[in-house]
């Protein structure tokens, strides 16, 4: 079998387990949600921290409840990272710097999972189990809620009411995310992955001598960062370890974990709004560029343009041979058009173009499918956006489900879309002209300050701002100016477009719906997801061509 064809059997076979588990997983999250009964653990934790679930919050209220959770796990975070050398099982490891403390504590709070450490050379084991495995969780089921709070702002009316933060926060812990993670963490530990509290042992290499290693928690860590769209390696390898990710089959498994929920969400928005085939225009959407995406990295990696790919006859520098082209270019899509950040291969040894592919993934905002929660928040504002230019287009006001998108709703969707642009070019530009951080790139890259330098640093803040977590490589990222200016565009690429994506829910919570006319635009059609697409290709395109033009587009037409 030819390599591009087993590449396109695993994507058949990805979209057909994707197609199979959509309806009864979306559903089931919709019930969730929507369900007025607590269960008897979620009832313990709720008297544990001291929250009434029954009450609603209007969008200020539910907002600070997602700060301050967010507050206190990057508090807790950054001391045990502090602590680490006074705690047990903490592999004779130090403490973390307080530099690469905030930023580790802020990527994992931030569900970016953003990495410039090697775990298993700096985290013991209660850091990785207690730390950084929870936050897997809760910032995962963090990002749901907000979702599910914007869905509620264009299912109600007349209220500002959104729900209650604490019990969306559980509901998506307790009955989405443990339940499948258990299952998959099994299933990987059935092929090889491992999982146990191991501490620095010796181990025998295959063409002789040995080598340190350490054990751990691996696979329970595994399912849930990808479940959760979060990203971060248990070993510096990432998901190219054979711990992490031992066969063909695991890699593939893992991928379907990465964008199960942010599909199936679809379906959930879909049944909340009383009306499926929104939910089906929205995930016809996230198909289209994700499908096409996924077309244009196996086209580039299989072609590999240059004389050196072509004198190996491959793409295969920094891929593992267990997975192939195909499996590999599958699951970079996968993890830079969500907010992952999880890498089976080094995204830096990609084709130029292929490079440029995987910029412009997150650039999207990561809304095909994007990440758990984020991604369908995302994708909403950027349905108000189209709705608001095909009124414009037809003169007259815009609706989406029966909510008219005025003034405020138009300011609050662009000023969501202009966060991460900002945080993005505004940090790569100030790197490119201090020599320290220059010289983080110059000292490590033997292309220096070239088209593919550039892309290093332009790659490291697009996934720290888009809460992506992958990297580059090649650059020296473990310094105090990008530890912190990292930590910093991570917090706020992740909170600053929730308060407008709150704010937004509240808003359309309180208006009355409009009633449906002839001149009503179908958002449930083709022709408004295509609209859709090309909102989201031009208003990316127009923002950050430049700066592609000088990074990837430049180096792949060298």
Not at 158 to 171: I, P
Not at 405 to 417: N, Q
Request: aromatic fraction near 10%.
């Amino acid at each position: 079998m030819s390599p591009a064809l087993a590449g396109v059997l695993q994507l058949t076979a990805l979209i057909a387990a994707l197609a199979l588990v959509y309806r009864p997983l979306g559903d089931y999250m919709a019930a969730v949600y929507s369900s007025p009964r607590h269960l008897r653990v979620e009832k313990v934790i709720y008297r544990c921290i001291g929250a009434n679930a029954d009450t609603q919050m209007r969008w200020p209220a539910y907002l600070r409840g997602v700060l301050a959770f967010s507050l206190a796990g990057l508090l807790f975070l950054y001391l045990l990272q502090r602590l680490q050398g006074h705690l047990p099982l903490s592999l004779g490891f130090a403490s973390i710097s307080p530099d690469q403390a905030f930023n580790t504590a802020a990527s994992f709070v931030a569900n970016t999972n953003w990495q410039s450490y090697s775990g298993e050379q700096a985290m013991g084991h209660v850091v990785q189990t207690g730390g950084l495995a929870v936050q897997n969780f809760v910032s995962a089921a963090t990002g749901m809620a907000v979702a599910v709070a914007l869905v509620r702002g264009f299912a109600r009316s007349r209220t500002g009411e959104l729900g209650n933060f604490w019990a969306d926060l559980v509901r998506g812990t307790i009955r989405v995310l443990i339940p499948i993670a258990i299952v998959g963490a099994l299933i990987l530990v059935a092929c090889g992955a491992i999982q146990n509290f191991a501490g620095i042992h010796e181990v025998g290499q295959f063409m002789g001598g040995a080598q340190q290693t350490n054990g751990g928690a691996v696979a329970s860590q595994e399912v849930i960062k990808e479940l959760g769209t979060n990203g971060g390696g248990y070993f510096n390898a990432n998901s190219a370890h054979p711990f992490e990710n031992p066969t063909a089959f695991t890699n593939l498994f893992e991928i379907f974990l990465i964008l199960v929920i942010p599909f199936a969400l679809t379906r959930t928005f879909g049944k909340l709004v009383g009306n499926v085939k929104q939910g089906y225009a929205i995930l016809a959407t996230m198909g289209i560029i994700w499908l096409g995406f996924t077309a244009l990295m196996l086209w580039t990696e299989f072609a590999h343009g240059g004389p050196a790919l072509q004198a190996a006859g491959a793409a295969m520098e920094g891929k593992e041979d267990r997975f192939g082209i195909g499996g590999s270019a599958i699951f970079s899509v996968a993890t830079t058009l969500t907010s992952t950040g999880a890498v089976d291969s080094f995204h830096a040894s990609y084709t130029a173009f292929g490079g440029g592919i995987q910029l412009l993934g997150m650039m999207l905002g990561e809304i095909a499918p994007g990440g758990v929660g984020s991604g369908l928040y995302g994708m909403l504002v950027m349905a108000v956006i189209a709705v608001f230019i095909a009124g414009l287009m037809v003169g007259r006001t815009p609706e989406y489900l029966g909510k008219k998108i005025g003034t405020r709703e138009i300011k609050l969707a662009a000023c969501y879309i202009l966060i991460t642009p900002t945080l993005v070019l505004g940090f790569t530009a100030v790197s490119m002209v201090l020599p320290d951080a220059l010289g983080s790139m110059l000292n490590t890259k033997a292309l220096g300050a070239g088209p593919h330098g550039f892309s290093e640093v332009l790659y490291a803040y697009t996934s720290g701002a888009n809460n992506n977590g992958s990297a580059f490589a090649g650059l020296n990222a473990n310094t105090p100016w990008y530890n912190t200016t990292i930590g910093l565009a991570m917090l706020l690429g992740r909170f600053l477009p929730m308060v407008f994506v709150l704010a937004l829910a509240g808003s359309l919570a309180e208006q009355q719906p409009v009633p449906e006319t002839a001149g009503t635009l179908r958002t449930e059609k083709p022709l408004f997801a295509g609209l859709l697409v090309g909102t989201i290709l031009i208003i990316t395109g127009l923002t950050y061509f430049p700066a592609l033009a000088l990074g990837p587009l430049a180096e792949g037409l060298s």
